[in-house]
């Protein structure tokens, strides 16, 4: 086999390769997420708002969630609600009233 040859070979492996890391990635954290839905359903919106992220970047995370005694995990979702309600207050702040009016009726609506 020529040089060329055996670049084409290798980077089609690389390629094959990269393509399964993918996928198991994929997998995986498919399965992870089914893990965190099953034992929380839709608490704290959690399992939707994880269903759009990286897949690859949040994996480990999603790991170190499902490693949670059920009690940390509570207390994780309690936490995790705190937060977001400071950040949105936070906002709230440094946007005009009329804008502020409507976001709150918003949230208000959804709980």
Same mark, same amino acid.
């Given at each position: 086999m020529g040089d060329d040859a055996v670049a084409a070979s290798n980077e089609l492996n690389a390629l094959i390769h990269q393509a399964l890391e993918v996928v198991n990635v994929e997998r995986d954290y498919k399965a992870e997420l089914e893990k965190l839905h099953l034992r929380i359903g839709g608490k &704290? &919106?959690? $399992? *939707? %708002?994880? %269903?759009g992220l990286n897949p690859k970047k949040f994996i480990g995370e999603l790991k170190a969630l499902n490693g949670l005694t059920d009690e940390n995990l509570k207390k994780y979702l309690k936490?995790? *609600? *705190?937060?977001e309600k400071l950040v949105r207050k936070q906002y709230l702040e440094t946007v005009p $009233? %009329?804008?502020?009016? $409507?976001? *709150?009726k918003k949230f208000s609506r959804e709980g």
């Open positions: &704290g &919106g959690l $399992v *939707k %708002e994880m %269903e936490l995790k *609600k *705190k937060v $009233v %009329e804008i502020r009016d $409507v976001i *709150k």
